[in-house]
């Protein structure tokens, strides 16, 4: 063990993941949180959430529906400054309020459907569950990234970024993989009693997610002096040009990326129908590219900048949409794989470039009111990105257009209409660059 430990003090990750000074400790709580949020997010949401609604009868309206409501409620982060910029420390009331949006949210979906069998008033104590959830989620959540941005420095940022990423996707498809052969030889009542049972072990992953996030030892929150104020989550933003401008693109990939995502996985499920194990196994290749990825993605944004990469990565995005659209069953084995391999060759570029947009502009004071807003912005956009495809599926029911002789279904549509806000996007993000860029990378 110690002949380990030396040569783990030899690597570069040493510096980022340690248990010798503060930021190395914390850092490493919130690795350990990341793998237990991937366990999470894999069993309760994601491909086998939609899974557990189809199994309940729920049409792809009312899932998009469903899918809708959260961010929608994360709306209410323009509240979340003006509750905890009330407490000196942050820590109890977060762990409080992530044990009950847990709790909720898993328990009280899976138990649900099973206590309520009126399907109208099922569909409506769902869309109630979801809605309170991310209220609480949508006020206190930010209160951890105002806890540990502190600690997120950019010398270590972008190894912390790949790193929680790498750690992410491989442990969320590794299990998703195992639970997939199970669930795919199954049908019916059977496979989706598996599918509550692995909700069931989300949900002790969920509880060791809380206790690694509270770890962390708490900073000295710095803070302008003013008294908390809802309108400071407008007026703080807006009287920095660089950061709103930075958080109207952010806004606007939030748009675009979500147009097609509520009604995707559901129809790669009902209509194109691919097994769980496909869809699980072709997106855990995504880890490899990560692997092999990074460190080139981090040389091209150290030399491109930001914003330039975000431009370029977007417009390479948009050939993947076109060919996802004319995806069918009897093409998806080839075509739809050489698309998402595709997609995650330059998906690690994206994440990085996107994930950066939140610190490279934001201010040293009050970082609670522009982490709330970048929230706000990031879900109020989600939310009409939602709308818009959920939308298009509902008015075209099920209809299709002729495309070069091919029959369009509406959510083909969707992904294709992303594919041309992606290029709006890449065009304004270039316009926008003098005002946006950093000093660091001028």
Same mark, same amino acid.
């Given at each position: ?44 949401? /994601? ?46 009331? %977060? ?80 299990? %998703? ?73 952010? /806004? ?132 009409? /990105? ?57």
């Amino acid at each position: 063990m110690n002949f380990l430990k030396k040569i783990y003090k030899r690597t570069e990750w040493y510096p980022v993941y340690n248990f010798q000074d503060d930021g190395g400790h914390a850092r490493s709580n919130i690795l350990f949180a990341v793998i237990a949020q991937a366990v999470v997010n894999g069993f309760s949401a /994601g491909i086998f959430y939609t899974g557990l609604l189809v199994g309940y009868g729920i049409n792809i309206v009312n899932i998009g529906i469903i899918s809708i409501i959260p961010s929608l409620a994360n709306v209410c982060a323009i509240f979340s400054p003006f509750i905890l910029e009330r407490f000196k420390r942050l820590r109890p009331i %977060l762990t409080v309020t992530r044990i009950l949006y847990y709790t909720l949210n898993i328990l009280g979906v899976t138990l649900l459907p099973e206590i309520v069998k009126d399907e109208n008033a099922r569909l409506a104590g769902l869309i109630v569950i979801v809605l309170v959830t991310n209220v609480i989620n949508a006020l206190f959540s930010s209160g951890y990234t105002t806890m540990h941005m502190g600690y997120i420095t950019p010398d270590v940022r972008m190894k912390y970024f790949s790193t929680t990423s790498l750690v992410s996707t491989l442990v969320t498809y590794l299990v %998703l993989i195992l639970a997939s052969f199970v669930t795919d030889s199954l049908e019916g009542q059977a496979q989706l009693n598996v599918i509550i049972i692995l909700r069931y072990v989300a949900f002790a992953a969920a509880l060791l997610d809380v206790y690694f996030l509270q770890k962390p030892k708490e900073p000295e929150y710095k803070k302008s002096g003013e008294k908390p104020k809802l309108i400071n989550v407008f007026k703080l933003p807006f009287s920095n040009k660089k950061f709103i401008l930075t958080m109207l693109i952010y /806004g606007l990939y939030c748009y675009s990326a979500n147009i097609p995502a509520s009604v995707t996985n559901t129809w790669w499920l009902e209509t194109v129908n691919i097994s769980y194990l496909y869809i699980n196994v072709i997106n855990f290749f995504y880890t490899f590219f990560i692997i092999f990825t990074t460190k080139y993605y981090s040389r091209m944004i150290a030399r491109m900048g930001t914003f330039p990469m975000l431009s370029l990565i977007l417009l390479l995005h948009v050939p993947t949409f076109i060919a996802h659209a004319f995806v069918t069953h009897d093409n998806y084995i080839w075509l739809l794989t050489a698309v998402r391999l595709v997609q995650h060759l330059l998906g690690t570029g994206l994440s990085f470039t996107v994930s950066n947009l939140m610190y490279i502009n934001m201010p040293e004071e009050d970082k609670t009111n522009y982490i709330s807003f970048y929230v706000l912005a990031g879900n109020a956009c989600a939310f009409l /990105g939602l709308t818009t495809g959920t939308g298009i599926v509902a008015a075209m029911g099920e209809s299709a257009i002729n495309v070069f002789g091919f029959a369009m279904s509406s959510v083909p549509v969707t992904i294709l209409l992303e594919g041309v806000a992606f290029v709006g996007l890449a065009i304004l993000t270039l316009a926008l660059l003098k005002h946006v860029k950093p000093e660091k990378e001028k």
